[in-house]
């Protein structure tokens, strides 16, 4: 039943971030009553941008690397937080130094998803394209590190 339950709440929340990439926010669309007070509101609230104008959207990759983000997070806080309970059995900063090093990946992370909150697009000016396109690969490096850890981990516990 635990898996069942979190594979339903990891469906809903690639919803809801689907649901962010279109600004409908919990249902109550907010980015459309913003618009309204504008020229041309009941357009806005259509989805028609205006000329020249375009529209303020996650492209289909930057809602991939927001899902991207969040399982390195989810990876590095359990790895975070399966080291912090080896320090409180050693009792020594080397053994809270790993804990450290496991949840810089998850800060990082919450970083990426603050910064993907407001750069919607990758920018085209350099150098921040190769800086926003540097800083997704090395979010993808996390994860995997993260995931990877994160099993060795469980086999070793189950094995040990």
Not at 52 to 74: D, E, K, M, N
Not at 127 to 149: A, D, E, H, K
Request: with cysteine; charged share 10%; net charge positive.
């Amino acid at each position: 039943m635990y898996g069942y339950g979190s594979a339903t709440y990891m469906l809903s929340s690639s919803i809801l971030i689907i649901m962010w990439k279109d600004e409908q926010f919990g249902l109550t669309f907010l980015a459309a009553l913003n618009h309204l007070g504008k020229p041309g509101g009941l357009a806005a609230l259509a989805g028609n941008a205006g000329e020249g104008q375009q529209p303020t959207r996650f492209s289909i990759w930057g809602a991939l690397f927001v899902h991207v983000y969040c399982w390195c997070g989810a990876m590095s806080m359990y790895n975070f937080n399966i080291e912090l309970m080896r320090h409180f059995q050693r009792d020594t900063w080397r053994s809270f130094q790993y804990a450290f090093n496991e949840f810089l990946p998850c800060l990082f992370a919450h970083l990426m998803l603050a910064l993907n909150s407001a750069v919607l697009r990758t920018p085209k000016v350099a150098p921040f394209r190769q800086l926003y396109i540097s800083s997704r690969i090395v979010g993808l490096i996390l994860m995997v590190n993260s995931t990877v850890t994160f099993c060795e981990f469980v086999t070793q516990t189950i094995t040990s």
